[in-house]
Structure formats: structure tokens, C-alpha cells
T-cell receptor, first 113, second 109 residues
Framework: NAGVTQTPKFQVLKTGQSMTLQCAQDMNHEYMSWYRQDPGMGLRLIHYSVGAGITDQGEVPNGYNVSRSTTEDFPLRLLSAAPSQTSVYFCASSFDILQETQYFGPGTRLLVL | KNEVEQSPQNLTAQEGEFITINCSYSVGISALHWLQQHPGGGIVSLFMLSSGKKKHGRLIATINIQEKHSSLHITASHPRDSAVYIC???????????FGTGTRLQVFP
């Protein structure tokens, strides 16, 4: 199993550009989520999904869209990048939120100029 | 005030020392997770607790639900234990994880 994969590893954007952060898992997990990690703060939930076709907002959803057309993939879209979205983004998955092991991707470091 | 507080923020130790990292929370929880973030950035689950104590190798995690407090202990610490240790609680009301800001541990030989 590849586990949770994220692409790209690093990206530089200009303000106003759009892009999609990719996340995929091959463990048949129903629960997938996106977090952002900023200095001095804990990981914060952006969006999550409890299964294909079902998504919901987390703590900091503004400026981001998600979709879940398959169990495997959960892309995160930045519609119009802003410097405040400079962060490290982690995708995570598990069978459900109560599962002991939460699997995290390696992260995407995003810099918005 | 953050819903999940960790202490200390930074910790240095000599190889072989016993390490304790603390986590206090202010919300009702279904479970508490301890995670390890490597210097390269990757995050790994260590434990999930809802009561009592768990042990994996040199790592021991305890939780006191009444006091809303958990501790992560590392016995016979080693330089490879150097990492950021993150506490996260699963909120009983929202079914979402709330993360602490982490404790940065450096173990010197």
C-alpha cells in the first residue's frame, strides 16, 4: 500500500492564482480530511468527507473547495490564492474518525506571494 | 484560551532520560490521540486513548478523564525520539479532532 499520497510537495503561487492540491489513499478509507498547519498553531481542519459524494466544512473552510467523487481521491482547490493561505497542508484518512490510527500524507508546502 | 494545551512547548534531554509531555483539554472528548511529527514533516499516529494507559515499546500514554489531562512518557530517550509530539482530542460534540500546538523534543547523545 502507498498509504496517503499528496502532490505536489511544494508549490509557489502568485496572489489570485488557483490550484488543486491532490490527495489519494489506497486503503479504502471512508473518512478523509484536509488540515493546514501554521507556525505556533495546531493543525486546523479545512474540509472533511465521510464517504464518496459527501463533504462538509471544518474550522477554516473559506477560500477552499473540495469534492469526493471516488473513495480514493479528495482534492483541495484554492479558488483565488491569498498570502494568508501560505501554509503546510496535510491530508489524512482513516476508516472512520474513531479509528485508532489516523494516516497522514507527507504534506504540501504552499507559498503564496 | 486554546481548547487543547500542551506543556512544555520545548524540551531538551540527554540520551537515556525519562521524558514527560503533558496535554490538558477543556472540551468533552470521545478519545485522545498522541501523534509524532518527524523533522521532515511527516505525521504518525502513536496512540489513541479513551481511558487508562497504553504502552508501545518505550512510549507510555496515560489519560485522566476526570482531570481532563493526558501525559506521554518516553523511557530511556534516544536521539531518534527527537520530534514534535502533538496531542489531539476528538470532540464528543462535533466528532472532529482539535489539535494542540505540539511539544518540540530534542534528545542529545
Amino acid at each position: 500500500n502507498a498509504g496517503v499520497t499528496q502532490t505536489p510537495k511544494f508549490q509557489v503561487l502568485k496572489t489570485g492564482q488557483s490550484m488543486t492540491l491532490q490527495c489519494a489513499q489506497d486503503m479504502n478509507h471512508e473518512y478523509m480530511s484536509w488540515y493546514r498547519q501554521d507556525p505556533g498553531m495546531g493543525l486546523r481542519l479545512i474540509h472533511y468527507s465521510v464517504g464518496a459524494g459527501i463533504t462538509d466544512q471544518g474550522e477554516v473552510p473559506n477560500g477552499y473547495n473540495v469534492s469526493r467523487s471516488t473513495t480514493e481521491d479528495f482534492p483541495l482547490r484554492l479558488l483565488s490564492a491569498a498570502p494568508s493561505q501560505t501554509s503546510v497542508y496535510f491530508c489524512a484518512s482513516s476508516f472512520d474518525i474513531l479509528q485508532e490510527t489516523q494516516y497522514f500524507g507527507p504534506g504540501t508546502r504552499l507559498l503564496v506571494l | 484560551k486554546n481548547e487543547v494545551e500542551q506543556s512544555p512547548q520545548n524540551l531538551t534531554a540527554q540520551e537515556g532520560e525519562f521524558i514527560t509531555i503533558n496535554c490538558s483539554y477543556s472540551v468533552g472528548i470521545s478519545a485522545l490521540h498522541w501523534l509524532q511529527q518527524h523533522p521532515g514533516g511527516g505525521i504518525v499516529s502513536l496512540f489513541m486513548l479513551s481511558s487508562g494507559k497504553k504502552k508501545h515499546g518505550r512510549l507510555i500514554a496515560t489519560i485522566n478523564i476526570q482531570e481532563k489531562h493526558s501525559s506521554l512518557h518516553i523511557t530511556a530517550s534516544h536521539p531518534r525520539d527527537s520530534a514534535v509530539y502533538i496531542c489531539a482530542v476528538l470532540s464528543y460534540n462535533t466528532d472532529k479532532l482539535i489539535f494542540g500546538t505540539g511539544t518540540r523534543l530534542q534528545v542529545f547523545p
